[in-house]
């Protein structure tokens, strides 16, 4: 019996350490120029909503295991929440190599995110970002109002959960 104890314990310390809540929160998304996969400028102030719905950001890496379980598991749900919340999401890759490489990554996943390049991580870093998956909701308001790093399965049903709560 202690040692269940003991294992249930260190299953919820790995859970909460996993989904860290990272960043200063409730502040205004960073205006800074990215890339688009066609080599066109997008500013990221652009990621505020214009219709008052939130925002799912998620940086990524082609190497990063987690980054594509996070987007693949979100992929199959995305249909439903775009629906249910009118939410967008963006997918913003931090790969700084074979960045040609990641529109047809993308593709070949049949994610259907915008997906933009941040190739020097400049964004990634002014938004809090230290390791991928790095995952931030911004509000109907512009703020960021949730963030995270890491991924595990089921993960999703808490950013549903608070993509709920900034969609009314």
């Known amino acids: 019996m202690k040692k269940f104890k003991f294992l249930s314990l260190i299953a919820i310390a790995v859970a909460l350490l996993s989904f860290t809540i990272v ?9 800074m120029d990215i890339k688009t996969l066609d080599g066109s400028t ?16 998620s940086f990524w890496a082609q190497w990063c295991t987690n980054c594509i379980k996070e987007l693949n598991a ?20 931090i790969d700084s190599r074979n960045q ?3 529109g047809p990554f993308a593709a070949k996943k049949g994610w259907e995110y915008e997906v ?22 911004i509000d109907g308001n512009g703020k960021i109002v949730w963030a995270h790093t890491g991924y595990h399965e089921g993960d999703e049903d808490v950013v549903k959960s608070v993509l709920d709560k900034y969609s009314k």
């Open 23 to 31: 960043g200063e929160l409730n502040k205004d998304v960073p205006s």
């Open 42 to 57: 997008f500013n990221t102030s652009q990621l505020k909503s214009k219709y008052g719905k939130p925002v799912f950001v």
């Open 116 to 137: 933009l390049l941040d190739s020097n991580s400049d964004f990634f870093r002014a938004v809090g970002g230290t390791n991928p998956p790095y995952s931030f909701i």
């Open 100 to 102: 040609e490489q990641v």
């Open 74 to 93: 979100i992929s199959e749900v995305y249909p439903d929440w775009e629906e249910e919340t009118g939410v967008k999401i963006y997918a913003i890759s």
